[in-house]
C-alpha cells in the first residue's frame, strides 16, 4: 500500500535528461539508494513500492523499481490505459515513475504493474511486490517469538497464494541477525538487489510477496550478515522441496493439490491403541530396497507398486523408513537431515511421496519416519551459522558441536528453534498423514555430557549432565503429538537407562510410546553369535532382560545399525555350518517374536541377506531362487502372521500378566521355557526354544493347564529349511507334577529350534 515519503520534486524533462549521478546526490533518498545498491539495505519499502508524495499539482505517488537490464520502463494501471514514464534515480537501473493525483487512488494491491524494455526491444510487464499487503499477522509473529505457533510451517517458507487477483508465492523466513534478506532465483536473475525482503518488526523475520513466481521455481535466501560484507545463499529451511543433490536449492511447491483417499485408516488409527496391538515393523532404506535395472533408485511411486504389496503379503503392520527428509549425502543414509519440512526429490515429488503413504493406508499398513532432531549437518546451503551467526546451533562448540558426527547441535533453549522442531514433528503427521516418527539420538539428546570428555562439556544450571531444555522439548513434542494426532506412534532411539522414557508426561516421564530396547539387541546378538558349545555359560544373556523388560513399552530392535561398518550381516553373525547358521537365524527372529515387546527388522533379513548393507546397491534378491533364504523368508511371514493371530503373543507385551518363566535356569541344555498369555488367562502359548543343535527327546516343560498343546509353529519346519524334528503337530499334557506345576508335557525339542504351542480350549483329546 501507498507509503507517506518526503516531498519530491520531479523536475523539468530537460534537467531529468541531465540528471547523472550528481543529480542523485541532491536527492535526500541519496543514502537509501547507496545502501540498496550495496544490498544493504534493511527496509526497502522505504525505498521501493508505492509512496504519497507531494508535487506541484498536489498529492501524487512516487513507484519505485529496480530493473537493472531496462532501457526504458514505465507504469501502466489495471484500469488505464495510459503510461507513465518513468525516471532513471541511478545508472544503476533504479527507475521511479510519478502517478498524478487524479490517478493516484487506483494504485491498490495488484492495481498496477512495471512495464519495462530490454536491450533486445523485448516488452515486460511485472507486478510490484512492494504494493502488496504482509500476509503475516501480529499474532503470527508474536506466536513465532513465543515459540508457540504449531502450524508455523504454514506461515514461514514459500507458499504460493493469490492476493488481489494476482497469483504468486509469499516468503518468509526467520534471520533475525541479518543486515538484509533476499528472496533470489531464475526470476531475477539470482540478484539479491533485485527483491530484498521486508523485516516484521522486532520478530526477526523478513517477508515478502513475489507476484507472478509459480511452483516449480528454484530459490534461496541471500542474507548479508551483519558481521561480514559477503552475502550468504542458504536453502529454505521451511521449504518443502529441493533440487536433485548435488544441487541445493529449495524450489517452491503446493502441497495442496494432492487428494487423499486414507479417511477409514486415520478414523481407525484413532481408535487404536498400538500397545496392545500387534506392531511388526519392516525398516527400509528407500534407496537401496531394490533398484531399477538394477540401478537406479526406485521412485515414490514405483515403491508404492513394489514395496507395498512385499511389505503386506510378509505380514507387517508397519513400513519404517530410514530418514525421507531433504539431505544432501547419500552415504548419511538421510540422517544428517539439511530440509526438516522437505520430502528428499531422489525418488519424487512431495505429491509422490503422499500417494505412496495413501496407498500404504489403503492397504492397512502404517508408515513410520526416522527424524533426527538430535543434530544437523554443517553444508553452506543449511541451517549452520544461517544469518551470519550461531542461529540454530548453540556458540558454544562445547553444547552446538557433536564430536562423534561433526555435524551441529541445536539450541534447544531457544523459543524459535523449540518451535522449528515441534512444527516439523507436527508437519509430517498433518500433511503426510504419517503414522509415527522414530527419534533418532535421543541420548544425545538428553546428556550434556554425552561423548564428550571432561572439560569438553557445559554442566546445567543446577550443575548436573541432563540437557533441560532438549528434555522438555522432547516432552512438550510428545504431548502435542499424541494430543493432536491420537494413535499416533512416537519411538525413541535411546541407549541409555534414562527412566521413564515411555512413560506420560504427568508421570514424569519423556511421553514416547515405545523405546527400542538396545540392552536386548545387544546380549542378544552377543549371545547367538558365540559356538553353541559355550552358550551354557553364557544363559544369563537371554535372561537378563526380563529384569527390566516392563520398565518401558519396548520395541526390539534389529536394526540397520546392526548390519554396517563391519558388522556383516545377521547370517553372517551365526556361527557354524551353512545348516547351524540359517537354524540359528530362524532361532533368533522366533525367539524375538515370542519375548514381550514389539518387533522390528531391517529390509534384507527377512530372507538373510548375506552380504553387509550397502546404501549404494540393492538387497541381493537373487538369493530367493535358493531354499534356505525362502525358508526364512517364509518364516517371517508366519511368525508376522501368528503374532497378530494370537492375542497372547501382542496383549500384554509390556506388563507381567503377559509373561511367565516355565524354566529359565537349564542353563546346561541351553534350553529356555516361558509361555505368553493374553489378557484372557486360558488363552496361552507355550515357548520353548533350544539354542543347541543337538535335538532333545522326551524333554519335559511344566505348563499351567491341563490340555492339549497345539504346535502352531516349529522353526525346524522343512517350509522353513528345517529337519522336520517335532511332535506330529502337538501333545497331550501329563498328570506329572514338574517344577512347582501340576500338570507338565514331554516334548522333542528340534535342533537350534523353537516351538510354539497353543493351549487348546476344552479337554485333551
Known amino acids: 500500500m501507498p507509503q507517506e515519503k518526503k516531498p519530491q520534486q520531479p523536475g523539468s524533462e530537460a534537467s531529468e535528461k541531465s540528471r547523472g549521478t550528481a543529480a542523485v546526490a541532491e536527492d535526500p533518498r541519496t543514502p537509501l539508494i547507496a545502501a540498496f545498491l550495496r544490498a544493504e539495505l534493511s527496509d526497502p519499502r522505504a525505498l521501493l513500492g ?5 508535487a506541484e499539482s498536489g498529492a501524487a505517488l512516487s513507484m519505485a523499481g529496480f530493473f537493472p537490464d531496462a532501457k526504458r520502463v514505465s507504469v501502466v494501471l489495471a484500469s488505464n490505459p495510459a503510461e507513465f514514464p518513468a525516471k532513471k534515480l541511478h545508472e544503476a537501473g533504479l527507475f521511479e515513475a510519478i502517478i498524478p493525483a487524479s490517478v493516484a487512488a487506483r494504485a491498490i494491491p495488484g492495481g498496477y504493474k512495471f512495464r519495462w524494455i530490454d536491450a533486445a526491444g523485448a516488452v515486460h510487464e511485472v507486478h510490484d511486490p512492494y504494493n502488496f499487503p504482509f500476509f503475516l499477522t501480529d499474532f503470527d509473529l508474536y506466536l513465532i517469538g513465543e515459540g508457540t505457533h504449531h502450524g508455523q510451517y504454514e506461515k514461514l517458507g514459500a507458499h504460493p497464494r493469490e492476493i488481489a487477483g494476482v497469483r504468486g508465492v509469499e516468503f518468509a523466513v526467520w534471520a533475525p541477525n541479518a543486515m538484509r534478506v533476499s528472496i533470489v532465483g531464475d526470476f531475477n536473475q539470482w540478484d539479491g538487489r533485485r527483491n530484498p525482503m521486508q523485516p516484521r518488526e522486532a520478530s526477526g523475520v523478513w517477508e515478502l510477496f513475489m507476484p507472478e513466481v509459480e511452483s516449480g521455481e528454484v530459490y534461496k535466501y541471500e542474507i548479508r550478515p551483519r558481521n561480514s560484507p559477503l552475502p550468504i545463499l542458504k536453502a529454505d529451511p521451511y521449504g518443502y522441496y529441493a533440487e536433485l543433490r548435488p544441487k541445493s536449492g529449495s524450489v517452491v511447491f503446493d502441497l495442496d493439490g494432492y487428494e487423499w483417499g486414507d479417511a477409514p485408516w486415520l478414523e481407525r488409527r484413532q481408535e487404536t491403541h498400538w500397545l496392545e496391538r500387534p506392531v511388526n515393523v519392516y525398516e527400509v532404506h528407500a534407496g537401496s530396497w531394490r533398484k531399477r535395472d538394477g540401478h537406479y533408485w526406485l521412485s515414490y ?5 513394489e514395496l507395498i504389496p512385499y511389505v503386506k503379503e510378509l505380514g507387517y503392520t508397519h513400513i519404517e523408513f530410514l530418514p525421507l527428509m531433504e539431505h544432501p549425502f547419500d552415504g548419511s543414509w538421510g540422517y544428517q537431515t539439511v530440509g526438516y519440512f522437505a520430502a528428499t526429490s531422489r525418488y519424487g515429488t512431495p505429491h509422490d511421496l503422499m500417494y505412496f503413504i495413501d496407498r500404504a493406508h489403503q492397504e492397512g499398513l502404517g508408515i513410520i519416519l526416522d527424524w533426527t532432531p538430535a543434530h544437523f549437518p554443517s553444508d553452506a546451503h543449511g541451517l549452520g551459522e544461517f544469518d551470519g551467526t550461531h542461529l540454530y546451533e548453540h556458540a558454544d562448540p562445547k553444547q552446538g558441536r557433536h564430536p562423534d558426527w561433526g555435524t551441529y547441535v541445536f539450541n534447544y533453549s531457544r523459543n524459535e528453534v523449540q518451535n522449528f522442531l515441534l512444527a516439523s514433528a507436527i508437519f509430517w503427521m498433518d500433511k503426510y498423514h504419517v503414522d509415527g516418527l522414530r527419534v533418532d539420538a535421543v541420548a544425545s539428546m538428553l546428556y550434556l555430557d554425552y561423548s564428550r570428555k571432561a572439560g569438553e562439556w557445559v554442566p546445567n544450571e543446577y550443575g548436573g549432565r541432563e540437557n533441560l531444555a532438549a528434555i522438555a522439548l522432547l516432552k512438550r513434542i510428545n504431548e502435542v503429538v499424541h494430543s493432536r494426532f491420537p494413535g499416533a506412534l512416537m519411538i525413541a532411539e535411546e541407549s541409555t537407562s534414562w527412566p521413564m522414557v515411555s512413560r506420560p508426561t504427568y508421570l514424569g516421564g519423556l511421553g514416547f510410546t515405545l523405546k527400542w530396547n538396545m540392552g536386548w539387541m545387544n546380549d542378544t546378538l552377543k549371545y547367538f553369535e558365540q559356538d553353541p558349545i559355550y552358550r551354557k555359560y553364557q544363559q544369563n544373556q537371554l535372561t537378563f532382560s526380563m529384569l527390566y523388560a516392563f520398565n518401558e513399552n519396548f520395541e526390539l530392535p534389529l536394526s540397520h545399525d546392526e548390519v554396517v561398518h563391519g558388522k556383516g550381516s545377521l547370517i553372517g553373525k551365526m556361527p557354524g555350518d ?19 515387546g514389539k518387533k522390528m527388522l531391517f529390509m534384507g533379513g527377512e530372507f538373510a541377506q ?12 537373487d538369493l ?16 508376522n502372521l501368528i503374532t497378530q493371530r494370537e492375542r497372547a503373543l501382542h496383549e500384554n507385551d509390556f506388563d507381567w500378566r503377559g509373561f511367565e518363566w516355565l524354566d529359565c535356569n537349564d542353563a546346561d541344555s541351553s534350553v529356555l521355557s516361558f509361555m505368553r498369555r493374553a489378557n484372557n488367562e486360558r488363552d496361552v ?3 520353548v526354544a533350544n539354542f543347541t543343535p543337538v535335538p532333545r527327546e522326551n524333554y519335559r516343560v511344566g505348563v499351567p493347564a491341563a490340555g492339549r498343546y497345539v504346535e502352531i509353529l516349529n522353526t525346524d519346519s522343512e517350509i522353513y529349511g528345517g529337519t522336520n524334528a517335532g511332535n506330529l503337530g502337538g501333545v497331550n499334557s501329563d498328570a506329572i507334577p514338574w ?13 537350534l529350534g523353537v516351538l510354539f504351542l497353543k493351549l487348546q480350549p476344552g479337554n485333551p483329546s
Open 50 to 54: 508505492p509512496h504519497v508524495i507531494a
Open 578 to 596: 551353512d545348516w547351524q547358521r540359517f537354524a540359528n537365524l530362524r532361532l533368533l527372529y522366533a525367539y524375538q517374536y515370542a519375548h514381550p
Open 301 to 305: 511411486r514405483e515403491l508404492a507398486d
Open 739 to 751: 517344577l512347582g506345576r501340576e500338570n507338565s508335557i514331554s516334548l522333542k525339542l528340534p535342533p
Open 685 to 687: 502359548v507355550v515357548v
Open 624 to 639: 530367493l531362487a535358493y531354499k534356505p533364504h525362502r525358508g526364512i523368508q517364509r518364516l517371517v511371514r508366519d511368525l
Open 610 to 621: 548375506r552380504n553387509e548393507w550397502n546404501h549404494d546397491v540393492q538387497l541381493s534378491w
